[in-house]
């Protein structure tokens, strides 16, 4: 069975940071560009960063920026997101997922060119 399971959500102030972890199973990932996408309450799923199967540069949306890493481990089969310097506007249900298509050259941040999806780990920070 193919999934992604995140963890490392939870309740933080603002300033503080958090590591999010999206165990992947059941393929290889290796091969996949991984992507984070958050959705705050009454809001479309949105963007934040995404990071290319081969040795290109990760992208992030323009408000994360400076603040956000996002790192994979293709032998733990693993994608992380370091978070810092965490603000309000940043409390979502954040989740992984796993691009379409093997070998993409060219990375997308629209949600519906990622197939495979976690349930999605809550980070709340208060301000």
């Known amino acids: 069975q193919v999934q992604l399971v995140e963890s490392g959500g939870g309740l933080v102030q603002a300033g503080g940071s958090l590591r999010l972890s999206c165990a992947a199973s059941g393929r290889n990932f290796s091969r996949y560009a991984m992507a984070w996408f958050r959705q705050a309450p009454g809001k479309e799923r949105e963007f934040v960063a995404v990071?290319?199967?081969?040795?290109?540069?990760?992208s992030y949306v323009d408000s994360v920026k400076g603040r956000f890493t996002i790192s994979r481990d293709n032998g733990k089969n693993a994608v992380y997101l370091q978070m810092n310097s965490l603000k309000p506007e940043d409390t979502a249900v954040y989740y992984c997922a796993a691009d379409r298509f093997r070998y993409r050259r060219v990375v997308v941040p629209t949600a519906t060119e990622y197939d495979i999806w976690g349930q999605g780990t809550q980070v709340t920070v208060s301000s």
């Open positions: 990071i290319p199967w081969s040795s290109g540069s990760a």
